[in-house]
Nanobody, 117 residues
Framework: QVQLVESGGGLVQPGGSLTLSCLASGFRFSTYAMRWYRQGSGKERELVATISSAGGTTVYADSVKGRFTISRDNAKNTVYVQMNSLKPEDTAVYYC??????????WGQGTQVTVSS
């Protein structure tokens, strides 16, 4: 059974930091690129960050570049996103996504991040 389970969300003050984790199971994690998406209330889902299967390539949305860092540990089947200098506009449900070169794709259930004073 394929599962992507996000954790680490919560309430943080502007300027603060959070690290989200996504634990994968049920598929060959090391062969999938991993992505973090987010969706704010009333907004479209936005691709935030991507990391290649081996971790050598990362890509970020302009809105988070320089503040967010995506990483992965293939031995632990886990992908992370370190989020620094958080802003209220970063408030959203954050989703973990796994995508294979041949098109297979899996989603997590999401974790809420709220940036507010």
């Amino acid at each position: 059974q394929v599962q992507l389970v996000e954790s680490g969300g919560g309430l943080v003050q502007p300027g603060g930091s959070l690290t989200l984790s996504c634990l994968a199971s049920g598929f060959r994690f090391s062969t999938y690129a991993m992505r973090w998406y987010r969706q704010g209330s009333g907004k479209e889902r936005e691709l935030v960050a991507t990391i290649s299967s081996a971790g050598g390539t990362t890509v970020y949305a302009d809105s988070v570049k320089g503040r967010f860092t995506i990483s992965r540990d293939n031995a632990k089947n886990t992908v992370y996103v370190q989020m620094n200098s958080l802003k209220p506009e970063d408030t959203a449900v954050y989703y973990c996504n796994a995508v294979h070169f041949y098109g297979t794709e899996y989603w997590g259930q999401g974790t809420q991040v709220t940036v507010s004073s």
